[in-house]
Structures are given as structure tokens and as C-alpha cells.
């Protein structure tokens, strides 16, 4: 059977589902792979920028990068995968949205459950509690804290940094209530959105995989859908609907 047609039977037969996106599902929004070539990654050594220790010790340097990223996604728009993700939610298919993704573009779409592992780049914190919304932030080069002066970081989780547990305890009870897992835009080869699928399979989880390319999780998925998502997760939806 044709993966599409299979993805949706799959869906329509064994609710809920849920989804691991990674990101795969927001390149067709304008925003590269921190990893790719044009990626972030390709002009700041992570290690050297986007760890905790680099910010507490050197927030201008750290900033510098920051108001990169911010270049890459704010004002980004979510593209017809994002979209086709919150209409499975309103057809009553798709539980909730596990993303490794700081854009926000899923709750922009209409996903209304959506668990951020790394959090998300439309808000900055400060150490005092102090929040704000990123648009609403001062623009200086290093943003600064109005209630205690302290330096504002993006509400991301930066490497060397844990998980937010609130995070892991939501996405975990996804995974071991679903029956279906779409896993869209990532190998989901890195804990601990490697243990998302792995939890689900455990439990007795169909998985469905949708990648421009085979994985390392390919082997372990019921049906793998080959191309962006941008063009195969509406496709997967338009089959539904006619079923």
C-alpha cells in the first residue's frame, strides 16, 4: 500500500497519536537545520556559544549569537506541516505535539498541546523569575532584567542544561498513552527524544515515520513516508478526510 494511504489507515484505525517533531518540520518555514551547512552551527561553535557556562561568563559574546538566531526565527510562519499537524488535532486523531523545536511555529498553527523540550525563543527570563515576551524585550545588545538587572536569557534550554521536568513527565505520558507516533523532521536519535518512540513502541505503539531520508530509526517504524513535510503530512491528512 502507498505510505500515505497506509499512514492514514493507521491513524484513522488507532487513536490517539501523538507527534515528535524535530527540525525537519520547520525548514520549509525558512529556517535551516542549526546543524545543516547554513545552519547556526556552521558559524558558532556551540560549545564555545551555546552553553550555560559561556553565558554566565561572557553574555555580550554569547548575545551576539543569540540575535542571529533570533534573525533565523522570529518572523517565521508556519508552513503547511505545522498546519496539517493541528488540523489532525481538531479532527480528534493527534493527542498533543513533543517538539526539539524553539520557534513556537506549532502553537502559531493551532496546536494547542504542545511540549517543548528545549523551550522556546519567543520569551526571555531572567534568574529573579522575571518573563517577557521577546517582542516586548528591550533591543540593546544584552538585554537587561528591569526588576533586578541581571542579564535576560531566552527561555531555551542551553547545552549543559537539563531538560525541564515538567517537559519530560508530559511528553512521557504522551508516549505511553498513544497508539500511533508520527515522528516528523528528526532521526530522534538523541536522548531524550529518542526515548519518545522507544517508550511508545513499548507500549504497544504503531510508529510513523516522516524524513526526507531513511534514519536509524527507519527499521523499527511501521510506515515511512519519504519526503518534506511540508508536502506529506497534508497529503496524509487529504487521505484521512476522503476515508
Known amino acids: ?90 479532527l480528534g486523531v493527534l493527542k498533543g505535539v513533543v517538539t526539539q523545536n524553539i520557534d513556537g511555529l506549532h502553537q502559531a498553527a493551532g496546536s494547542s498541546r504542545v511540549v517543548e523540550f528545549h523551550g522556546g525563543a519567543d520569551r526571555l527570563v531572567c534568574s529573579c523569575g522575571y518573563t517577557v515576551a521577546a517582542a516586548d524585550a528591550p533591543r540593546d545588545p544584552v538585554p537587561c532584567c528591569p ?15 537539563a531538560i525541564p521536568a515538567d517537559a519530560l513527565r508530559q511528553a512521557f505520558r504522551l508516549a505511553s498513552e498513544a497508539q500511533v507516533v508520527l515522528v516528523v523532521g528528526t532521526s530522534a536519535t538523541v536522548s531524550p527524544a529518542a526515548e519518545v518512540p522507544v517508550l511508545a513502541r ?3 505503539a504503531q510508529l510513523i515515520e516522516f524524513n526526507v531520508e531513511r534514519t536509524a530509526l527507519s527499521d523499527l517504524c511501521d510506515v515511512c513516508v519519504t519526503g518534506r513535510a511540508a508536502r506529506t503530512l497534508p497529503a496524509v491528512v487529504e487521505a484521512l478526510r476522503a476515508r
Open 1 to 90: 500500500m502507498d505510505p500515505i494511504l497506509k499512514a492514514a489507515q493507521i491513524l484513522k484505525d488507532h487513536p490517539p497519536a501523538i507527534a515528535l517533531t524535530g527540525a525537519g518540520i520547520s525548514v520549509d518555514s525558512g529556517i535551516p537545520d542549526f546543524r545543516s551547512a547554513q545552519g547556526l552551527w556552521a558559524r558558532y561553535d556551540p560549545m564555545e556559544y551555546a552553553t550555560l557556562s559561556a553565558f554566565r561568563k561572557h553574555p555580550d559574546k554569547v548575545w551576539r549569537m543569540l540575535h542571529d538566531m533570533e534573525a533565523l526565527v522570529v518572523g517565521a510562519e508556519p508552513n503547511a506541516g505545522h498546519h496539517a499537524l493541528a488540523e489532525l488535532e481538531e
Open 147 to 161: 526588576q533586578c538587572g541581571g542579564v535576560l536569557k531566552p527561555d531555551i534550554v542551553f547545552f549543559g542544561e
Open 202 to 204: 513499548q507500549s504497544g
